[in-house]
């Protein structure tokens, strides 16, 4: 029983990791960039809230509600005045560049705020400790299900946009030929911004309930990237759905480790991203697309 | 219909491999690379071990820029690398290993490292390289932090070159890090310089081209990926013997590709000269910065970002793209012969 | 002489290629305007410049006035001109009425929507929900043209009209065409037979290695005249300086 407490622990934590993959996925699949900053701009998204939450006293969800229009109008501003530049010289240029931002926001952060490392667990009350206890060996945690329930609406309502609206086919349209859309009119630069708009604010998003679910500090940023990377690729890169379920089987293969032994957990999700990787499958998913 | 016959003049073209500046150039380095054996000798073990250091970063650089500027490898993962060399020697050394011995074996252990792993990672272009490198580096971190006999997480120190007196211990590294950095610069120098060397390029400016004209784009990125290993497996070793202790988080840190994007960056990605001003660079900033902590970094990240909107070729393209030099014969140069023969040498180099 | 597009002395090069030499040409509004030469005259690289899908090293383009040479080229469209790319360039996992809506999502205000595209071509009725890759030559070009349309362009430039296409499928886009020229749209197109450009356009446009080598109103000139100047032969009769070339006089 043991092991089943683990895998719905682990569909759970793959709903955070969900989280976090979603805005790194967009980006990918819109603009063909891997947003190393990705995992730092959640950070930033994290002490936002918790900034918010201790000076103006209030609970981490409605501090969010400020938090994420900021969020939004960083990522629209990160686009133009970096991103859009790097994206004209070539494919590796974004990757360096988002590197330099990676730092440059870890080291400001540390600056800004020490190394201390916070959480927000204790101040959203009883919602992060509590579970419903199925058995004696299966409890399900209340954070969990909002967290994985949150992923999936996040997840489907961008699904939707991308399907349904005119904005989300423009977005579909110029990842598919930037060249052909602004020949009928669609300025790539504006839909880009934009695109890097959301995926910065689910990013603070999936911050924000790092902070509630675990801890975090200045430094949290890179471990989130490499899971959420993982996730996205496991999944298969471009399929938002995909992403959902490469989050879980990131989950779950990092809480069965756990179960052998707390030590293995991180490295037994390395170990299963690898082995996707070296699989047959994992070569189609690597070639799938040309550039970056 | 037939042809006018004319007399068939001389082509007026002809193709040279070095320039004036590169002869003066390579001969210059030559002259200096001897010089620099001697340093020991004449300076004191703190500009040694400071000269180490920047041999060191050399090394790295240059290797990076091997992968990421003539085979379009990204890696974000060499800290992987680094890191198995350095503590493959300890492990080596543990074993009764001489600790100079175990280096060069590690270096060698870290190319057999590459050649495994090229079989996943090289599967992988752009990004997904990328992270796959770095999610390849945590994992051997964590394998290692997790090896008690190594020294596991709290570090581990080289024990066997307490044997040695200071002085000579940095004299023995210095000269190991020189060997290597001659030995790493001539190999890159003759895979650029012949005929892999073209085929680099041309990958490093179009893959698909470069392929469909029947370059082994897939062996070639092979050799540069173990080469970097090897390469960057002695860089571990060697600043494991410059500072006698490492942890696992440092050694396989990723600021250490940072470093390695900053210096190629910034001294030019692609050009055999560029990451050695960008090592020379950095190992400047580092000495006067470091101890500015947390601001140093946002400096040295705010910079990169900079290069990458502003100068993504680096500095070495201010020179190059003025004077049309290069330090190294590793280019084609065209030469219009011109009619009275005169020293008259408009030449358009091909990089 | 100022027409609806104006393009002056433009100069537009590939590194240090000059593929469009100094050309200066007029489309009146109503006109249709047919544009060939042989492979590599100039005629791709003078339409991307005109829609600002590639830059003008020198010269000016004016719409209606306005000078828009350093418009990016969703503004060029949002002012009325639309280019129809060679090779179609649909986006090729969006189904076809997908394709229309992207490009009418900014239209200018106008007559074209998805049904009166699908009006002028038919044949795309059947075809509204599939992918646009799964498309043959004809039903993509026929597509491309409709998704140009949407914008409610005043000048729709078309690139290879017929290239790659059987000939039913051209048939059936030449048909098309005639729709929109009956209800007086303004055209440049790039046609590599010459005898379909002849038939549908007013005026001819010959090119050659960048520049314009004949223009003529289609009804004034003989298929002869305008073959010559594709093949440069008009020069090559007039100039008797080089040796060489005084062998392919014709007698």
């Known amino acids: 029983m043991n092991w089943i407490n683990a895998i719905v622990q682990g569909v759970f934590l793959g709903g955070l990791y969900a989280l976090f993959a979603c805005g790194l996925s967009l980006m990918f699949g819109v603009m063909r960039i891997i947003n190393l900053a990705h995992g730092d701009l959640a950070v930033i998204g994290a002490f936002g809230v918790w900034v918010v939450d201790t000076q103006a006293h209030l609970p981490p969800f409605i501090a969010l509600l400020p938090v994420l229009p900021v969020m939004l109008l960083l990522g629209y501003l990160l686009h133009r005045t970096v991103l859009a530049r790097s994206l004209r010289s070539g494919p590796l240029t974004p990757l360096l560049t988002t590197f330099g931002v990676s730092i440059v926001i870890q080291n400001a952060l540390l600056q800004i705020f020490s190394p201390d490392v916070h959480s927000l667990g204790s101040l959203t009350g009883s919602i992060s400790t509590s579970s419903w206890r199925v058995t004696s060996e299966l409890s399900v945690p209340y954070l969990g299900v909002l967290i994985l329930a949150v992923a999936v609406l996040l997840l489907g309502s961008l699904q939707f946009t991308l399907q349904y609206t005119g904005f989300g086919r423009e977005m579909r349209a110029t990842a598919q030929d930037p060249e052909a859309a602004a020949l009928v009119g669609v300025p790539a630069s504006s839909v880009y911004a934009r695109a890097t708009a959301i995926a910065v604010a689910t990013a603070a998003l999936a911050g924000a309930f790092l902070a509630i679910h675990s801890t975090f500090d200045p430094s949290s940023g890179p471990t989130q990237l490499i899971f959420a990377f993982e996730a996205v690729v496991i999944g298969g890169l471009g399929s938002l759905w995909g992403t959902l379920l490469g989050g879980i089987v990131l989950g779950i293969a990092q809480t069965i480790g756990a179960t052998v032994d707390p030590q293995y957990s991180i490295l037994t999700g390395h170990l299963v991203f690898l082995v996707i990787l070296a699989s047959p499958r994992g070569r189609f998913v690597a070639n799938r697309s040309a550039a970056a | ?351 | 002489m100022s027409g609806l597009l104006q393009v002056d002395n433009l100069v537009a090069g590939h590194g240090l290629l000059q593929a469009v030499r100094e050309v200066s040409l007029s489309v009146t509004e109503g006109e249709v305007l047919a544009l060939v030469g042989a492979n590599g005259a100039g005629k791709s690289t003078l339409l991307r410049t005109i829609s600002g899908a590639h830059p003008a090293a020198r010269g000016i383009i004016r719409l209606d006035g306005l000078d828009i040479t350093d418009l990016p080229p969703h503004r060029r469209v949002a002012r009325g001109l639309v280019l129809v790319p060679e090779g179609r360039k649909l986006f090729p996992e969006m189904t076809v009425e997908e394709n229309l809506l992207v490009a009418g999502r900014r239209a200018r205000p106008g007559q074209w929507n998805v049904d009166a595209v699908l009006n002028a071509f038919p044949m795309l009725k059947p075809l509204r929900r599939k992918r646009a890759a799964n498309l043959s030559g004809g039903e993509q070009q026929a597509t491309s043209i409709g998704r140009a349309l949407m914008t409610n362009p005043r000048v729709l430039l078309i690139d290879e009209v017929s290239l790659g296409l059987a000939p039913v499928a051209v048939d059936a886009v030449y048909e098309s065409l005639q729709t929109l020229t009956r209800n007086g749209a303004t055209l440049v197109i790039v046609e590599q037979d010459l005898q379909r450009a002849l038939s549908v356009a007013n005026r001819v446009v010959c090119m050659l290695e960048g520049r314009i080598v004949l223009e003529s109103a289609t009804a004034a000139v003989t298929r002869e005249q305008v073959t010559e100047a594709y093949f440069g032969l008009a020069r090559i009769n007039n100039s008797s300086a080089n040796p060489n070339q005084a062998l392919l006089k014709r007698k």
Not at chain 2, 62 to 91: D, E, H, K, R
Not at chain 2, 129 to 154: K, N, R, Y
Not at chain 2, 190 to 202: D, E, M, S, Y
């Open chain 2, 1 to 351: 219909m037939t042809t006018p016959t004319s007399p068939v003049s001389p082509t007026p073209w002809v193709v040279r491999r070095s320039s004036l500046a590169s002869r003066i150039g390579s001969g210059a380095l030559v002259v200096i690379g001897f010089a620099l054996f001697g340093v020991p000798q004449v300076f004191g073990t703190n500009i040694v071990q400071q000269l180490t250091s920047l041999l060191i970063f050399l090394i790295l650089a240059v290797m990076w820029n091997a992968l990421a500027g003539y085979a379009g490898l990204v890696s974000v993962g060499q800290q992987a690398f680094i890191g198995f060399g350095a503590y493959g020697t300890i492990f080596m050394t543990q074993q009764g290993i001489q600790p100079y011995l175990a280096m060069i074996f590690a270096a060698i252990a870290s190319a057999a490292l590459a050649v495994v792993l090229s079989l996943f990672v090289l599967r992988l272009r752009g990004g997904r390289f990328a992270v796959g490198t770095w999610v390849v580096a945590e994992t051997i971190a964590l394998l290692i932090s997790l090896d008690q006999a190594i020294g596991g997480g709290t570090g581990t120190s080289l024990r066997g070159l307490n044997a040695y007196p200071r002085q000579v211990r940095i004299a023995y590294t210095y000269w190991l890090t020189l060997g290597f950095t001659v030995l790493l610069l001539l190999i890159l120098f003759l895979l650029l310089r012949n005929r892999a060397g073209v085929g680099l390029q041309a990958i490093r400016d179009d893959e698909e081209a470069a392929a469909s004209l029947g370059v082994r784009v897939g062996r070639l990125k092979f050799v540069l990926f173990v080469l970097a290993g090897f390469g960057c497996g002695a860089a571990g070793a060697l600043t494991l013997a410059n500072t006698l202790f490492i942890q696992p988080q440092s050694i396989f840190g990723v600021q250490w590709s940072a470093y390695l994007i900053f210096m190629v960056l910034v001294g030019g990605l692609g050009t055999f000269e560029g990451p050695i001003i960008g090592a020379i660079l950095f190992f400047v900033i580092q000495h006067q910065f470091a101890d500015l902590g947390a601001w140093y970094l946002i400096g040295l990240g705010l910079i990169a970002v900079a290069f990458a909107l502003f100068l993504p070729r680096g500095l070495w393209s201010l020179i190059n793209d003025r004077l049309h030099i290069r330090l190294l014969p590793v280019g084609y140069h065209l030469l219009r012969r011109s009619p009275d023969a005169s020293a008259n040498d408009r030449g358009k180099p091909n990089p």
